[in-house]
């Protein structure tokens, strides 16, 4: 991949720091690495990564709160976070998705599956920039070159980067229905896998942002954009 990819990692296991670095940097990345929480937020500023694997079971401020920071920042809110971590229970996973994590993985850590994970986020996002930057819909001027929802009113919202795809994959076609496996694969895509109530955190998580009417909810079939 580009060397123009930058990649923060974050974990208080040394080895695994090292390991991780190696084999980004052999992939072409230029790498920086943080071995707590809060040191996580210092380099961010400074690096303006790309892409953050993070653990959540850190000294000083756990991977959750990291990323819910991250994610508050305006320049680190169209950056992709992956989280890397010994934690297997499904709440820790919701968690994770609730504050905007692009992916998750427990450990021990397979590098060739990590990297083929990682290379994927920049396969998906260079196909995105075939496609058009900016959509009006139902009264919603929807603008995937800065994250923005903007509504009638001139208000702006501004969303993390999975949950702008969601809106804009929907409100790309109007009144038409998706499952949660045809929205996981195209958002998602086939070589990560979430659990499928990630896709009704997200969902819910718009709604509470751009407004409750935008996205419906048929039950047992998927969602669908309504322009109504």
Not at 113 to 134: C, P, V, Y
Not at 149 to 168: A, H, M, N, R, Y
Request: proline share 3%.
């Amino acid at each position: 991949m580009s060397s123009a990819h930058r990649v923060l990692v974050v974990d208080d296991e040394a080895d695994i720091v090292e390991l991780l670095s190696y084999n980004l940097e052999k992939e072409g990345y230029k790498v920086a690495t943080a071995s707590d929480g809060k040191k996580a937020i210092e380099v961010a500023r400074e690096f303006l990564p790309d892409l953050v694997i993070l653990d959540i079971m850190m000294p000083h401020m756990d991977g959750i709160e990291v990323g819910r920071t991250l994610r508050s920042m305006p320049e680190m809110k169209s950056i992709y976070i992956l989280y890397l971590t010994a934690r297997s229970e499904e709440y820790s996973e919701i968690a994770a998705f609730e504050v905007g994590a692009d992916d998750y993985l427990t450990k021990p850590i397979k590098p060739r599956a990590l990297m083929s994970r990682i290379n994927a986020f920049f396969r998906r996002e260079a196909q995105k920039s075939d496609t058009s930057d900016a959509l009006e819909v139902a009264g919603l001027n929807i603008n995937r070159q800065n994250y923005t929802v903007t509504k009638q009113d001139g208000s702006t919202i501004v969303l993390p980067k999975k949950e702008f795809e969601l809106l804009f994959f929907l409100a790309q076609y109007p009144n038409k229905v998706f499952s949660r496996d045809e929205i996981l694969q195209k958002i998602w895509g086939v070589d990560i896998f979430v659990v499928e109530r990630t896709i009704d955190v997200h969902i819910r998580k718009v709604r509470e942002k751009v407004g409750e009417n935008y996205i419906k909810t048929l039950k047992g079939v998927g969602y669908m954009f309504t322009d109504e």
